[in-house]
C-alpha cells in the first residue's frame, strides 16, 4: 500500500511538472510574440538618443541621462527606481586636428582615445614611424621610437561575433609601448570595419602621451606615402581634460516579483556613450532592448515570481559601473539568479549561451522552443562572459546569459559618429526584445536555480 502510494504521488508530481512545463513554454511564446509587435524598445532608444543624445562620463549630458533614465523608468510603472551614484575616471575632448606637412601636406581625419594626453600648446609635429601590424610594433627595442610619432595601421577583421574586435583592439592601447619605445605621440587605425573617413575611437590604457585613432582610409594614405621613401612628418594638436573622480551613476528600476521578490534577475545596458555620435547601437539600444523586454514582462497579467531588475549602467566606457554596482549590491549576490547585458548594438541574437548544465531544464527547453523560430542558436557551450557591466557580479558567483548579437555591422558604426538612430532596424531590434523576454520571463517564472545545474554537470 505504501508503495502504491508513493507512485502516486511520484506520477502526481512528475504530471503537475509537465503541466508547469507546457504553461511556461506556452507563455514563454506569447511573450514573444508580443515582443515582436511591440514598439518600447524603439521608443525607448529614439528618446535617448533624440534628448540626450552623446553621453560620456563625467559630462553635462551625463547628468541630463541620469535624470533621463529616472523618468524613463518611472513613466514606464517600474517600482524602486533609484540612483546608486559612485566616482570614476573622466576624459573628455576638446579641440583635435592633424595634418602631414611633409612631403605631401595634407589634413587626417583622427579622434582622440580616452586617457590620452593632450599635446603641448601650439601642437607636436614630428616624423612618423609607421607599423602595419602592432607586432611590428613591439618588435622595436627601447628607444628606437624616440622623438617620432608612431603609427600602427592593422587592420580589424569582419566577423558575425566578437571574436575580430578581441583581436585587433590591443592595439588601441598601444600608446603605453609606443611611449615605452621614446615615441611622443601614437596613432593607430581605427579599430573598425567600415571604409569611411570617420575614425572610431574608444579608451585607451594611459601612456601620458598623445593617442589618437585614424580614419581606414587615412591610415592607409600614410601607408602608400612611407611606400614613396621619403620621411613623413605629422602635425598634431589635440585638448582634453581629465578627471581620476568624477561623478557617476547607475539608474535603476525593478519589476517585483509576486512570490520570492528577493530572488532578483539582472539585465540591462549601459547609459554612457562616447561623443562623436549619439550613442544610438552602443549602447541606447541596449537599454531599449532590456528595459522593452522587463516592460512586457509586467504587464502580463501575473507578475512572475521572481524580480526583474533593469540597471542602466553609467560608465561602461570609461570604466567603473560594473565593479561598483557589484561592490554596492554584493550582499544580494546569493540571490541573483543570473545576470547579463545587452552592448552589442542592434543587430539580431543568433546564438545564446546558457549558464552551465541548464540545458535540459524545463524552463531552458520553454526558452529554445520559443524562439527557434527567431532563428537562434542555443549554444552547447556554457555563457562565459555575459558583458562588462556584470563581469563583477561573475566574479562574486553569479552566473550569466550571453545572448549573442550578429556584429557584423556593429564595427562599421562603434564609437564613430555615424553611430546614430537611423542605424538601428525597428524590426531586428524587436527580434532583440523577444529573445530577452522570453529568456527573462522563463527564469523569473520558474524555479531554476543555475548554481545547483552548474555543479550537476561539473
Do not use: C
Not at 538618443?49 to 523608468?73: C, Y
Amino acid at each position: 500500500m505504501r508503495i502504491a502510494l508513493l507512485a502516486a504521488a511520484a506520477a502526481t508530481l512528475v504530471s503537475a511538472n509537465t503541466a508547469f512545463a507546457t504553461d511556461l513554454a506556452a507563455a514563454a511564446v506569447a511573450i514573444r510574440d508580443r515582443a515582436l509587435a511591440d514598439t518600447t524598445a524603439w521608443d525607448v532608444t529614439e528618446s535617448l538618443t533624440t534628448e540626450v543624445g552623446a553621453r560620456p562620463q563625467g559630462s553635462p549630458a551625463m547628468d541630463r541621462a541620469r535624470d533621463w533614465g529616472v523618468a524613463k523608468l518611472k513613466a514606464l510603472g517600474f517600482e524602486n527606481v533609484h540612483v546608486e551614484t559612485f566616482e570614476t575616471e573622466s576624459w573628455l575632448r576638446g579641440a583635435e586636428s592633424a595634418e602631414v606637412v611633409a612631403p605631401f601636406p595634407q589634413k587626417l581625419q583622427i579622434l582622440g582615445l580616452g586617457r590620452s594626453a593632450a599635446t603641448p600648446a601650439g601642437g607636436l609635429e614630428a616624423e612618423i614611424a609607421l607599423f602595419r601590424s602592432y607586432d611590428e610594433l613591439l618588435a622595436q627595442p627601447p628607444g628606437a621610437l624616440k622623438g617620432k610619432i608612431a603609427v600602427v595601421t592593422e587592420p580589424m577583421r569582419r566577423t558575425q561575433d566578437i571574436r575580430g574586435y578581441a583581436g585587433a583592439v590591443r592595439a588601441r592601447s598601444g600608446g603605453v609601448e609606443a611611449a615605452k619605445r621614446g615615441a611622443v605621440a601614437y596613432l593607430v587605425r581605427s579599430i573598425s570595419t567600415d571604409d569611411t573617413r570617420l575614425p572610431h575611437g574608444g579608451g585607451a590604457a594611459m601612456s601620458g602621451i598623445p593617442m589618437a585613432a585614424l580614419s581606414p582610409p587615412d591610415a592607409e594614405l600614410l601607408e602608400r606615402m612611407v611606400a614613396r621613401g621619403k620621411p613623413v612628418r605629422i602635425k598634431l594638436a589635440m585638448a582634453s581634460t581629465y578627471r581620476a573622480k568624477a561623478p557617476a551613476y547607475n539608474v535603476v528600476g525593478e519589476i517585483r516579483g509576486r512570490e520570492k521578490p528577493e530572488e532578483v534577475i539582472v539585465i540591462g545596458g549601459h547609459l554612457d556613450s562616447w561623443d562623436a555620435g549619439t550613442g544610438a547601437v552602443d549602447d541606447a539600444a541596449g537599454i531599449g532592448v532590456t528595459t522593452a523586454a522587463a516592460k512586457l514582462i509586467s504587464d502580463l497579467p501575473q507578475r512572475p515570481r521572481r524580480t526583474v531588475r533593469v540597471v542602466m549602467w553609467g560608465a561602461e566606457e570609461q570604466g567603473g559601473s560594473g565593479g561598483a554596482y557589484a561592490e554596492a549590491n554584493k550582499a544580494e549576490v546569493p540571490n541573483m539568479i543570473v545576470a547579463g547585458e545587452s552592448d552589442l548594438g542592434a543587430g539580431e541574437i543568433f546564438n545564446a549561451k546558457l549558464p552551465a548544465g541548464s540545458l535540459d531544464h524545463p524552463a531552458m527547453k520553454a526558452f529554445a522552443a520559443a524562439v527557434n523560430p527567431l532563428r537562434v542558436i542555443i549554444s552547447r557551450d556554457p555563457a562565459q562572459d555575459g558583458g562588462a557591466d556584470v563581469a563583477g557580479l561573475k566574479r562574486l558567483g553569479t552566473p550569466v546569459v550571453e545572448l549573442q548579437q550578429d556584429a557584423g555591422r556593429y564595427f562599421d558604426l562603434h564609437h564613430s559618429a555615424d553611430d546614430t538612430l537611423d542605424k538601428v532596424d525597428p524590426k531586428e531590434l524587436a527580434q532583440n526584445v523577444a529573445v530577452w523576454a522570453a529568456f527573462v520571463y522563463t527564469v523569473a517564472d520558474s524555479d531554476i536555480d543555475f548554481r545547483k545545474t552548474a555543479s550537476v554537470s561539473q
